[in-house]
């Protein structure tokens, strides 16, 4: 059985391996290449955008969507009989949904109303059944709603299995072995590493191949007003991809120095500025991101003479923010145009810790 919180709800069943799957698994890893990491134009840093959103379904979610499944598979925890069940409004619903279906397994996500309609509209194409739930928890948001209703789902469902990305050991792995390998063998130093932080594989994972390459970079996690994972009050949040109500297992394991906490107001103004100066057509936790680098920049200008070093992903594409983060007329009537109400805040990590 899998070491984490996962999955397998069902009644237990001997454990045997699927070859079957085994193949199709060999077919999807070569759809995989590495991610470019491209070199900014920036003054006061020299700044390198990892473009995760290059992976074939394109997000980073890929990868640890493709690395659970794996390693789900060479356990035996899923056959050609199981149904994934999991609890996302976003990318790793659509890796998920896609590399099922490649493998020919069944897959069930549960999602929001925060949900896009384009993502909205690529699950229904791709899953049989999409779980949507309405009710607001006890926060204000749909995250506890949602896990419940997977826990429902993997009691009704025959052999279902829950990746419960949150505290799956696979996700942080996947980081730290993909993403993290690849800017290891790239970047022969780096300074500052800026990630964002919703589910917390991808910074638990990142953060410790960092530390492990360069001890001396600084590791910034970057969260969004009204998430609690860092200490804030829970609030209602508008742009999927960052952030939690709850505050996840994995970013327990997380190694984080500072925490920047991002007004959304300011990660759709980040959006805008990185499309504008530099070309890249990313997404709201992307914008988040780059308006942290900027933000802390101002507040730690670096030494005169020196250029730090500074890393960040891209973690997916603005396309499906088409008519919510570039949308004028969405951004004025959520934002208005004056400055956002929550103010930023620059803190040591201590919460997670």
């Known amino acids: 059985m899998p070491t984490h919180e996962s999955a397998t709800l069902a009644p237990e069943r001997p454990v045997t391996r699927d070859s079957s799957l ?7 890893a070569a759809t995989f290449a590495e991610t470019p990491l491209v070199r900014l134009d920036e003054e ?26 794996k390693k789900a598979i060479e356990r035996g925890d899923i056959t050609r009989h199981t149904t994934v069940v999991e609890s996302s409004s976003g990318n790793f619903a659509i890796s998920m949904a896609a590399f099922c279906r490649a493998l020919g397994i069944g897959f069930v ?14 699950l229904d194409i791709m899953c049989d059944t999409v779980e949507k739930v309405t009710v607001r928890d006890a926060s204000g948001g749909f995250l506890n709603t949602r896990l419940a209703r997977v826990r429902e789902l993997c009691r009704e469902l025959p052999h279902a299995y829950w990746p419960n990305q949150y505290a799956n050991d ?8 993909l993403t993290g390998g690849e800017i290891a063998r790239v ?11 919703s589910t917390g594989g991808t910074i638990a994972g990142l953060s410790r191949r960092v530390k492990e390459t360069y001890p001396n970079a600084t590791v910034v996690a970057v969260d969004a007003a009204g998430s609690a994972i860092f200490g804030q009050p829970p609030a209602a949040r508008r742009l999927p991809g960052l952030g939690s109500s709850l505050v996840p297992q994995l970013c ?9 906490i991002v007004p959304e107001a300011r990660a759709v103004r980040g959006c805008l500025d990185l499309v504008r100066r530099h070309g890249l057509y990313a997404g709201g936790s992307t914008g988040s991101v780059y308006a942290a680098i900027e933000h802390w920049f101002a507040e730690h200008p670096p030494a005169a003479g020196r250029r730090p070093r500074v890393a960040f992903l891209c973690a997916d594409r603005g396309i499906a ?5 570039y949308n004028p007329a969405w951004v004025s009537a959520t934002f208005g145009t004056g400055e956002p109400p929550a103010a930023w805040s620059l803190t040591p990590a201590t919460s997670t810790r």
């Not at 085994?22 to 999807?28: G, S």
């Open 170 to 177: 696979d996700a942080l792995a996947a980081h730290y072995q």
């Open 44 to 69: 006061r840093i020299e700044l390198y955008a990892k473009l995760e959103y290059c992976n074939p379904n394109g997000s980073s979610k890929d990868r640890s969507a493709f690395w659970i499944l």
């Open 321 to 325: 923010y088409a008519d919510t983060v």
């Open 109 to 122: 996500p549960v999602i929001d109303p925060n949900c896009n309609a384009l993502t909205e509209a690529y």
């Open 187 to 197: 970047l022969p130093e780096l300074d500052y590493v800026f990630l964002g932080v």
């Open 252 to 260: 327990e394991r997380a190694l984080i120095d500072q925490v920047v």
């Open 22 to 28: 085994t193949d199709r698994l060999a077919a999807l």
